[in-house]
């Protein structure tokens, strides 16, 4: 099965991050637009693997406070995928690094590449006449982060379906 760990948005960011969509569908020919519920913010990602439990293991090590997160402010794209941002801020990065640490520890094998938080709202963006051309007005939006969750990736019927498979909450 395919894993990733993620941090699941308020109300108020969903509807902030589906208006970006919207902004972007009315600049562009075509795109796959994530799906409101799939709109999550990566802290690792595990590919592959049958051990859902030794992820588990690595979560509950976690004993970091609950923070803000800010999204939002600044958008972009890499190459045909449209992102949002978060701030960098101290807390969300010390979580992304603990939590790839312990995973390591657990035998997973996770990218040394820098953390950049973002959040995909569409893939496969054909523009009009060129990205650089898109103007999304983005605000920022803040949230408490109490947890983050052990989710599960599947094509099911051509439909990219993310399931929830375990919760851990920060202190
Ligand atoms: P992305 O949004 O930039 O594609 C589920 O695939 C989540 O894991 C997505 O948020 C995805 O980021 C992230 N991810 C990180 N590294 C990945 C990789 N090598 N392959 C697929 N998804 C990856």
């Known amino acids: 099965m395919r894993?990733?760990?993620?941090?699941?948005?308020?109300?108020?960011?969903?509807?902030?991050?589906?208006?970006?969509?919207?902004?972007?569908?009315?600049?562009?020919?075509?795109?796959?637009?994530?799906?409101?519920?799939?709109?999550?913010?990566?802290?690792?990602?595990?590919?592959?693997?049958?051990?859902?439990?030794?992820?588990?293991r690595a979560m509950e090590k976690i004993s970091l406070p609950s923070f803000t997160l800010r999204v939002g402010g600044k958008a972009g794209h890499f190459g045909d995928l449209w992102w949002i941002g978060a701030e960098e801020s101290r807390p969300l990065i010390r979580l992304a690094d603990t939590l790839k640490k312990y995973l390591r520890e657990e035998g997973f094998f996770i990218e040394e590449k820098k953390f950049r938080p973002h959040i995909t709202i569409a893939r496969r963006v054909v523009p009009v006449q060129d990205h650089h051309k898109i103007r999304l007005h983005v605000p920022e939006k803040e949230m408490n982060v109490g947890g983050f969750s052990l989710m599960k990736s599947e094509r099911i019927g051509g439909r990219l379906v993310y399931t929830e498979l375990y919760w851990k909450s920060l202190t």
Do not use: K
């Open 3 to 56: 894993l990733f760990i993620a941090v699941d948005f308020s109300d108020e960011i969903l509807d902030m991050l589906r208006d970006c969509q919207q902004q972007l569908q009315s600049q562009i020919r075509s795109a796959g637009m994530t799906a409101a519920e799939n709109l999550h913010l990566t802290l690792a990602f595990l590919g592959e693997t049958e051990e859902p439990a030794r992820a588990v």
